[in-house]
């Protein structure tokens, strides 16, 4: 914890918190809205506050992929922070517990930075930070899988934070119950297996499956013949 | 190099609106409900959400009744049937009842009555589930069985088989007496047999037969060691 998280971070919550408090006292004063009603618009406010607020953070200040100490790299590391503690505890059902929708999950993820391609990207999964996280079209990630773009470890004694873009190509196919570490690229028409464990790092080269923990190549699928 | 424009879709059309359609047809009966009731804001919101439930659950059940899911291994590329009807319910379960259904937010004891609704073959007497069940109207469980936490039981698995990608459904049977552990995952066409024990963090691949009496565990799970049966305590030992 640095004087930062006890400074800046409570003042940004309490903003987003007052705002939201404002909006919803001024309309049930315009439309004469019930508590209830009222309520409904605080929370909604609430939401759509902490959206704008992280699309402004990430803007500003991008999160870089990199690999930074929380002693000699100390700005990185807090707008990480300050952009985690505003999904974890204004989104947090929706970012760590998974509550939306299935239909609306590309959306979701969509409006927190992560790259989607085109048509059904089916997510029955977690993405953590998806600003670093890009998904190319038809990819499948099974349920309960966590694709997680940040790693907290130790580092030549140091605590270190290490920050990787995660890129699954096109077609590739992700199973239930598998944890994905930062820098990880699957190629195209890949596939891992259920509960499978994908290293730091690594790159599955398309068209082959990897299952296990750590992660091994198992398989290569055969390409269909070229029309 | 140019990417050819007939991009092979990984969802037919029908598949991508028929969902739709059937979404939309529910909100709009459960918003009628809600209006039709004149009652307040915050009752009429309640209603909403009831009948939503309620006519989701309605739909489903008509939706087996109509097109049962069915063993097997169906391409998704290639137009299966059966591929169809799993992509509407479980797009209509995961999305109206997603609290419920994916993430698990039923109180205990009312999640046997909750799978029951949704066609999973449930023993007698007090179940203990605390993981999830995927595709309920594919599993049975017998009496006395335990459901660790988060443990899930996948009765559908979508892989590529033969460079296509397929979807394979599976019965899930567990016999009496099972325990499973927590954050089990138990894949297509399992059988666990009476008394038997899976651990924790265990993977049971596809089509695995544990035998009864057994413990097994590990990604993939192997036997562990047997139990020896009620029976044979009982019976002293020469």
Known sequence: MSWRDLTITPVVECCVFASAFAIAWSLRGLYDLSFFAACLVFYAAVVVLTL?????????????????????????CYVWNLHEFLCGTNLNRYYFHGLVPFALKKFFYRLLGAKM?????????????????AIEENVIVGAGST????????VASEDTLILGRILIREGALIGGNVQIMPGVTVGEHAMINNMAFVPLNTMIPPYEVWGGNPAKKLLEIPRKAEP | MEKSKTRKRFLEWGDLVLPWIVEIILLAASFQLAA?????????FLIFCTSLGVLTLVALKIIRMVAPLKSGVFSISEKSRMFSVWNLYSFVLGTNLSLFYMNNLLPMILRKLFYQLLGARLGKGVLG??????????????EDVFIGYEANLSPHLIAVVASKKVLILG??????????????????GVTIGENSMVNALSLVPMNTHIPANEIWGG??????ASLTSKESQDQPSA
């Open chain 1, 52 to 76: 704008i607020t992280l699309k402004v953070i990430r803007s500003l200040f991008p999160i870089r992929p990199g690999i930074y100490t929380f002693r000699r790299h100390p700005w990185p």
């Open chain 1, 117 to 133: 391609g085109k048509g059904v990207v089916a997510i029955g999964g977690l993405l953590l930070d998806p600003s670093l996280i």
């Open chain 1, 147 to 154: 694709l997680s773009a940040h790693l907290v470890t130790v």
């Open chain 2, 36 to 44: 039709a009731s004149g009652l307040g804001f915050f009752a009429s």
């Open chain 2, 129 to 142: 589930i605390a993981g999830t069940i995927f595709d309920p109207s594919l599993v049975t469980l017998e």
């Open chain 2, 171 to 188: 019965r899930i049977e567990i016999k009496k007496g099972v325990m499973i552990g927590g954050r089990t995952l138990i894949l297509p």
């Open chain 2, 219 to 224: 990604n993939p799970a192997k036997k562990i």
